[in-house]
Nanobody, 124 residues
Framework: QVQLVESGGGLVQTGDSLRLSCTVS????????VGWFRQAPGKEREFVVV????????SYTDSVKGRFTISRDNAKNTLYLQMNSLKPEDTAVYYC?????????????????WGQGTQVTVSS
């Protein structure tokens, strides 16, 4: 059974940093895609950043470029999202996701496996 478990969310102030973690168990996605998505209240889930599990070709949504960084630790089978210079508009539930397909995609519907989500709240 595939499980993705996020941690690291919280309540911070504008300009602060947070690091989210996502531990993957049950299978590997060595040729697949992994990423972080978020969903703010009343809005659809949107992609934040996706990449190949190998680390190749990270793709960031424009609003987080230069502030967020995705990385992974193969030995721990863990995905990270370092978020710096946080803004109130970054407030959302953040989800990690994974999929085995080879072609990298930012589409929410293309990801078969999801974590339970972790809340990030940025106060002004």
């Amino acid at each position: 059974q595939v499980q993705l478990v996020e941690s690291g969310g919280g309540l911070v102030q504008t300009g602060d940093s947070l690091r989210l973690s996502c531990t993957v168990s049950g299978r590997t996605f060595s040729r697949g895609n992994v990423g972080w998505f978020r969903q703010a209240p009343g809005k659809e889930r949107e992609f934040v950043v996706v990449m190949k599990w190998s680390g190749v070709s990270p793709s960031y949504t424009d609003s987080v470029k230069g502030r967020f960084t995705i990385s992974r630790d193969n030995a721990k089978n863990t995905l990270y999202l370092q978020m710096n210079s946080l803004k109130p508009e970054d407030t959302a539930v953040y989800y990690c996701a994974a999929d085995a397909r080879v072609v990298l995609t930012t589409s929410v519907n293309a990801y078969a496996y999801w974590g339970q989500g972790t809340q990030v709240t940025v106060s002004s």
